[in-house]
């Protein structure tokens, strides 16, 4: 989720936990990273509850003063992934961990937590901790509903061009037949009332790809189904996006650069000369 450079915040300590000996009663540390730009407070991963193969690990995220344990326990034998990336178990009992440091403030760090897991259907935990009122504690979470085919991530992104300061945002898409559901949405911290708020002018772009537009829903999906490279497009009301004409079914693409939505068009178009699309900003 590009991840980049923004985890300078904290030297990383790196432990497997799945080999010969188990990991120490008081837990593991995986990670710090950086709280504040004017201390050296810093939040603290560990894993603790580890003591033989088989025990789940409770994932626990402190500073020193008051800790608080994050949803999904990991099998032992935690394996790093990415940079800021930890995952265990096989198939149903998979668990993947991801943190992304946001520079809520000019001098201060929250942690976007993701974690995900499961077989057939993945399904994913967001969670944005801060320091607040002498320890860490959680200011946000934006959980999937576990109801179906489910996707969504969420990260970091600039509030204003040249800023330091990130608001974040979870991308959410739930894929039915009537029609799948596509939704950004955004937030930002207040320092002045220390809590989280939802982000309504300064919010990511997104731009769709749109090969088809229909005045029922069964026609855009029968439309979808012809396109032979049209896989992993959606079909979406466009009722709920103010930039599109309402009453439609579109079929669509959504994409975070205006170019990458352009490509999806022209890899529609290399299947099917006849297909003629737009990208529109949403």
């Not at 790809?209 to 189904?225: D, L, M, N, P, W």
Request: charged share 25%.
């Amino acid at each position: 989720m590009g991840l980049g450079q923004r985890a300078a915040a904290g030297a990383a300590l790196i432990v497997l936990l799945g080999g010969a000996a188990p990991p120490a009663q008081d837990g593991i540390e995986l990670k710090r990273f950086k709280a504040s730009e004017k201390s050296d407070a810093m939040y603290v991963l560990r894993a603790t509850g580890c003591r033989k193969a088989g025990d789940t690990c409770q994932l626990e995220l402190g500073d020193g003063k008051r800790k608080v344990t994050l949803p999904d326990g990991m099998a032992y034998g935690i394996e790093p992934g990415a940079k800021d990336s930890w995952t265990s178990g096989e198939e149903e009992r998979s668990v993947t961990t991801t943190v992304q440091p946001v520079r809520l403030e000019a001098d201060a760090w929250g942690l976007l937590v993701t974690q995900e897991g499961g077989f057939e259907h993945v399904h994913r935990r967001h969670r944005l901790y801060v320091v607040k009122d002498g320890g860490v504690t959680e200011a946000w979470n934006g959980d999937e509903n576990f109801a179906g085919p489910e996707q969504s991530h969420a990260g970091p992104y600039p509030l204003t061009p040249g800023s330091s300061v990130e608001g974040f945002y979870r991308e959410y898409a739930f894929l039915s037949a009537e029609p799948d559901e596509w939704k950004l949405d955004a937030w930002r911290w207040d320092a002045a009332s220390r809590k989280v708020v939802k982000e309504l002018r300064q919010r990511p772009e997104r731009y769709a790809a749109i090969i088809g537009s229909f005045k029922t829903v069964q026609e855009a999906i029968a439309y979808r189904e012809e396109q032979a490279c049209a896989a992993g497009f959606l079909v979406l009301a466009s009722t709920p996006h103010k930039r599109l004409t309402p009453g439609l079914f579109i079929v669509t693409s959504i994409h975070p650069e205006k170019k990458a939505a352009e490509a999806a068009l022209k890899k529609v178009s290399a299947c099917n000369p006849k297909v003629s699309g737009y990208v529109k900003a949403l």
